[in-house]
């Protein structure tokens, strides 16, 4: 069973460019949750979704970025028109239910987004 | 909102030895969980151990182990025996309601 996969591992984007960060949840997860850590921090929850829905968007900046779990593929994050700012590690992590529920939450290796 | 704290940006230890770490967070809620998290150079989120709050009995897992006190609402993951493998940065994470909220990390150095 493979775990939670996230691509790309690195990725470079000149300011103004468009972000896009996959993640594929580990199978039979449906719940998926994206997280920032920027340097020397820790990890700042964005969103939460299952498929096709959003749940929690509560930490997910309020223009340029976007996220999505269709019922068929992984799920995206999207950031439009980067800045610097933006540069971070972006983790994704899943569970098969709830995490309130005491499950959980397996981590991807995160993708490691850098704005030049 | 709820917050979490871990008061120790860096702590070190000598490898055989024993070392805890503090957390502290602040929450309304009376059902939650607890997790502390480790997170190697590799980057890779790695689970050490979690806590049901509805359970006064102390989570342990081998080597690692919690000390639980709801009332004041700390969190503290004793490790024993340390080994050169245990040094990483360590995350307390508090979680309800379908998220997580993480400390900012101790980075934890062992000494051979």
């Known amino acids: 069973n493979a775990g939670v996969m996230q691509n790309p591992r690195h990725l470079v984007r000149r300011r103004g460019q468009e972000a896009r960060l996959r993640c594929s949840p580990m199978?039979?997860?449906?719940?998926v949750y994206w997280y920032r850590q920027l340097p020397e921090e820790g990890l700042k929850f964005m969103v939460y979704?299952?498929?096709?829905?959003?749940?929690?968007e509560s930490g997910m900046p309020k223009e340029r970025f976007s996220a999505e779990f269709p019922k068929e593929g992984p799920s995206i994050l999207r950031i439009q028109q980067v800045v610097r700012g933006d540069s971070a590690a972006y983790f994704c992590?899943?569970?098969?239910?709830?995490?309130?529920?005491?499950?959980?939450?397996?981590f991807g290796q995160g993708t490691r987004l850098t704005v030049v | 909102a709820q917050t979490v704290t871990q008061s120790q940006p860096e702590m070190s230890v000598q490898e055989a030895e024993t070392v805890t770490l503090s957390c502290t967070y602040d929450?309304?809620?009376?059902?939650?969980?607890l997790f502390w998290y480790k997170q190697p150079p590799s980057r890779q989120m790695i689970l050490v151990i979690r806590?049901?709050?509805?359970?006064?009995q102390n989570a342990t897992e081998n080597r690692f182990s919690v000390n639980f006190q709801k009332a004041a609402k700390s969190f503290s993951l004793k490790i024993s025996d340390s080994q050169l493998g245990d040094a990483a940065m360590y995350f307390c994470?508090?979680?309800?309601?379908?998220?997580?909220?993480f400390g900012d990390g101790t980075t934890l150095t062992v000494k051979p």
């Open positions: 992590a899943s569970s098969p239910r709830d995490i309130q529920a005491g499950t959980e939450a397996f």
């Open positions: 199978k039979g997860h449906s719940h």
């Open positions: 979704l299952q498929k096709e829905n959003i749940i929690d």
């Open positions: 929450t309304s809620e009376s059902d939650y969980y």
């Open positions: 806590q049901e709050a509805y359970k006064q």
């Open positions: 994470a508090y979680t309800n309601a379908g998220k997580s909220t």
